[in-house]
């Protein structure tokens, strides 16, 4: 909205409280004159005195009626320009008829009332301040008008005595247009300053219409983009047994990528990464490295392999300053053994059926940091006995917070471990003790965690 819309819309609404407060006051003012015309007259009827109270109420109706042509007219086919003209012209007619008055004859009247024809049209000169003030120019008009007739028609009438109440009625005259004008501008300053809210309404309103539909737009490229990132890396057909993995993302898409690939000898091939950033951003990188380890493992190559032609792709499409913190693992048929590289994600634990931690720190460097010249593939192989758990996670497991901002930590992890027995899996109850100590508390990143179950079979070889 341009600033004349704006200004032509402050206009229209002091025009319509102005003539709303002019039909007021005009009606005060038909009252006053019929009492007016009913106190002389019972003293002193005169043919005058009806054609002034019939000039007066002919004047009133004139401007009684202007608020409603206004709201018949506007805004489709009205001129703010003529309405107020016709509200400045007839308060003009008016105060000239209520200054009239003072050519009535006083002689009958008691001396209680001879001041009737002056106190009168005072009195209505200062009930009109409210059916002027928005347009001081008007009432100065007006005032000037009633009071020139009042004088001079009531000098006309009474001869040089009545001089003495020119100053008197000047100085009144002076004090009313001193109020009128304070009035006028603080009252014009109020409408314009709701004016300029009002319109900081519609456009603060118009921006959350504009908000609303890019929020829109924005919910379902998201919900596209989930759909396919799902596909692409989370449609997982494998579920061998003893190999157990849950994800929570941080928001709608997951940093964080899972997979498990069974190979054609009948391993099975596990990577956890974590993306730098949350969110899309992140999401996007998954999607390569997702294509990539699973077509290798699905071929059966080595973990230091998959590794470094992870590393490649990641480098070349990454920015500079994005990387993925990830584990690559290979877990036999018995599960009786693994063969694991570790890059960047928090050491890898194995807790063995005696209760004893087993620690398996990152040795490299995350996916994408460094070219295929300076990157490390370096791998560890582990023997797994019946009642032993590996757990892989990324850091958003040990920093999940509570609402006091306390971190969930390792400590509690490894308490954790240690009280699970052999059976079953131990994710289940790791996954309800991190939601019941985040209880609801807004995530600050996602989480991702891998539990392998060792197999009944006793591991000869590190790994077949």
């Known amino acids: 909205m341009n600033m004349t819309t704006s200004a032509q819309e402050t206009q229209a609404e002091q ?13 005060f003012a038909a009252i006053a004159a019929l009492f007016s015309f009913g106190v002389l007259a019972a003293y002193q009827y005169t043919p005058w005195l009806v054609a ?3 000039g007066t109420l002919g004047v009133t109706l004139v401007r009684v009626q202007l608020i409603d ?13 003529t309405l107020e003209r016709r509200h400045q012209y007839s308060g003009i007619v008016s105060g000239l008829l209520w200054g009239l008055l003072g050519l ?23 009930a009109a301040l409210n059916s ?16 020139g007739s009042l004088l001079l028609s009531y000098t006309w009438r009474h001869g040089m005595q009545a001089l003495v109440a020119w100053p008197l009625f000047g100085l009144f005259g002076v004090l009313l247009y001193c109020i009128a004008h304070r009035y006028s501008q603080t ?7 709701r004016n300029e809210m009002e319109q900081a309404h519609r ?11 890019q929020h829109k737009i924005l919910a379902q490229e998201e919900s596209i983009a989930r759909h396919v990132f799902e596909q692409l890396t989370l449609a997982n057909d494998e ?33 956890l990464g974590d993306f730098t950033g949350h969110g899309l951003p992140a999401a996007l990188g998954a999607v390569p490295a997702s294509t990539v380890f699973r077509t290798m493992a699905e071929k059966g190559l080595d973990v230091a392999l998959i590794a470094r032609e992870l590393n490649c792709k990641l480098n070349t499409l990454l920015p500079t300053g994005y990387f993925c913190c990830a584990v690559i693992m290979k877990v036999n048929p018995e599960r009786c053994g693994l063969e694991l590289w570790n890059g960047g994600l928090p050491p890898v634990l194995i807790r063995r059926h005696d209760g004893y931690f087993e620690e398996i720190p990152a040795d490299n460097l995350p996916l994408g940091v460094v070219g295929d010249a300076e990157f490390t593939d370096h791998c560890t192989r582990h023997c797994l006995t019946a009642g032993d758990r590996v757990l892989v996670y990324s850091d958003g497991l040990i920093e999940a917070e509570n609402h006091e901002g306390v971190m969930w930590g390792r400590k509690r992890l490894l308490a954790l471990l240690t009280e699970v027995d052999g059976s079953g899996p131990a994710l289940e109850r790791l996954r309800a003790e991190i939601l019941e100590f985040t209880n609801l508390a807004p995530p600050s990143d996602d989480i991702s965690v891998i539990e392998i179950e060792a197999g009944d079979t006793t591991c000869q070889e590190a790994v077949a």
């Open 69 to 81: 042509d206004f709201r018949k007219c506007y805004p489709a086919d009205c001129s703010l320009a």
């Open 239 to 271: 579920h061998p047994p003893g190999i157990h993995a849950w994800n929570q993302p941080m928001g709608t898409l997951s940093g964080d990528l899972i997979q498990v690939v069974r190979g054609p000898d009948g391993s099975t091939y596990v990577f």
């Open 15 to 27: 025009l319509r409280l102005l003539l709303t407060q002019t039909a007021t006051a005009a009606r």
């Open 203 to 213: 456009e603060l309103a118009e921006a959350n219409r504009h908000l609303l539909e």
């Open 132 to 147: 002027h003030v928005l347009r001081v120019d008007h009432y100065r008009s007006y005032l000037l008008t009633l009071m």
């Open 187 to 193: 009252l014009a300053d109020t409408l314009s300053a």
């Open 104 to 126: 009535h004859p006083v002689d009958n009247l008691p001396l209680a009332l001879q001041s009737f024809t002056l106190l009168s049209p005072a009195l209505i000169a200062t």
């Open 52 to 54: 002034w109270l019939l």
